[in-house]
């Protein structure tokens, strides 16, 4: 058909590298070294956004405890303390989004060049087995896509980290026995997601290949108009392109079914949390160990914990999906680092200096590369 090649040339055909995650992950920090010091800002950032959940129980607490030991003056320093935190959070918050969002542009912008840099020097033969569609959806897509998961979701990953051990720290000052239990149930949000990580990072990469294949398949007969018209193929590409999207919707309802299930489990573990510290904290205050103040304080702090425990399940799941992508990236990127041309395989060295008689002269010949 000419233009019209069969969809999947190479997108339909490759075999996608299975790389593991920490090798993905440290391959894109490296090749984000240029800006290093905005990540150390937005590391600074986020960790002192981490503590601002300690500050508010800690200010919840003071208000509940002055309101039942009628302190007036205890319970204005504390609202003033909460207010204080509340824009100190504002003002975090705003600053953490603009370098965020600087970053995130230029941090693309030049994974996007370093991609397009390597694909320039490729074989034409080994470039040939990549469809052009797959190859933009490469840098445009897998490349942004890549970025973004360093950019926002690993931060993001680490602020709830962060989060997490200020926050049962300083529950354990207040009730040691109150705070295990709490962490027992917290640590459940991402067991319950533990069956659901890998297989959604295989139907994530079976996903990203049809649509490859749906796109350079959708790329050739738009190229191949007259061909098709021609040879009246429009019926059986019609079929074809059917087959192809009944073939995407099977994957990604698959995923859908997997991550409608994954996202509900951890709502259950939190209500079941909320239920325990309500009961177990209402015996502690009745046997005078725990005052209403701190039962009040674990009420917010199990959801400052449970919330960041089940947005790590979540972000470890779309931190799967940006991986995914980082591979399709990387075997561009191999690709052209094994294929590439070699200028010193054409830098002829030079040829020893002869001397030739032509009549009385001597001529030296002698070749420059």
């Known amino acids: 058909m000419g233009q019209v090649r069969e969809a999947g040339k190479m997108s339909g055909t490759e075999q996608q590298s299975k790389r593991p995650i920490s090798h993905v992950l440290l391959r894109l920090i490296k090749l984000g070294k240029p800006y290093i010091g905005w990540y150390i800002v937005l590391c600074i950032l986020t960790a002192g956004l981490s503590l601002v959940g300690v500050g508010i129980a800690e200010s919840l607490r003071r208000i509940i405890n002055a309101a039942t030991q009628k302190d007036l003056s205890l319970l204005v320093s504390a609202a003033v303390l909460a207010l204080g935190i509340v824009i100190l959070e504002v003002v975090a918050n705003l600053l953490k989004a603009r370098v965020t969002a600087m970053l995130e542009f230029k941090s693309t912008a030049r994974l996007q060049t370093v991609v397009l840099g390597k694909l320039m020097r490729i074989r034409m033969k080994e470039a040939d087995r990549y469809h052009s569609a797959d190859l933009i959806s490469r840098i445009n897509d897998s490349a942004a896509a890549a970025q973004a998961g360093v950019n926002a979701k690993a931060m993001d990953f680490l602020g709830n980290m962060l989060q997490i051990v200020f926050m049962i720290t300083y529950l354990v000052t207040l009730q040691f026995s109150l705070t295990f239990g709490t962490l027992l149930i917290a640590a459940l949000t991402p067991l319950v997601m533990l069956p659901f990580a890998g297989k959604l990072r295989g139907l994530y990469e079976q996903r990203q290949k049809i649509?490859?294949?749906?796109?350079?398949?959708?790329?050739?007969?738009?190229?191949?108009?007259?061909?098709?018209?021609?040879?009246?193929?429009?019926?059986?590409?019609?079929?074809?392109?059917?087959?192809?999207?009944?073939?995407?919707?099977?994957?990604?309802?698959?995923?859908?079914?997997?991550?409608?299930?994954?996202?509900?489990?951890?709502?259950?573990?939190?209500?079941?949390?909320?239920?325990?510290?309500?009961?177990?904290?209402?015996?502690?205050?009745?046997?005078?160990?725990?005052?209403?103040?701190?039962?009040?304080?674990?009420?917010?702090?199990?959801?400052?914990?449970?919330?960041?425990?089940?947005?790590?399940?979540?972000?470890?799941?779309?931190?799967?999906?940006?991986?995914?992508?980082?591979?399709?990236m990387f075997e561009v990127l191999d690709s052209a680092r094994r294929k590439c041309f070699r200028r010193d395989r054409f830098r002829s060295s030079r040829v020893p200096l002869r001397h030739h008689r032509t009549g009385q002269r001597l001529l030296p010949l002698q070749y420059r590369g």
């Not at 509900?264 to 005052?291: A, E, H, S, T």
């Open 211 to 328: 649509q490859a294949e749906q796109q350079s398949f959708t790329q050739d007969i738009v190229q191949g108009a007259e061909v098709v018209r021609s040879f009246s193929l429009a019926a059986k590409l019609r079929d074809a392109f059917a087959q192809k999207c009944t073939a995407y919707l099977k994957t990604h309802y698959r995923v859908l079914r997997l991550e409608a299930v994954g996202y509900r489990l951890p709502i259950l573990v939190v209500n079941g949390g909320l239920l325990y510290v309500l009961g177990y904290g209402g015996y502690l205050v009745i046997q005078g160990r725990l005052d209403v103040g701190a039962v009040a304080a674990f009420l917010i702090s199990f959801e400052r914990i449970a919330n960041p425990v089940s947005s790590l399940a979540n972000l470890w799941t779309e931190l799967q999906a940006s991986l995914a992508q980082a591979n399709r």
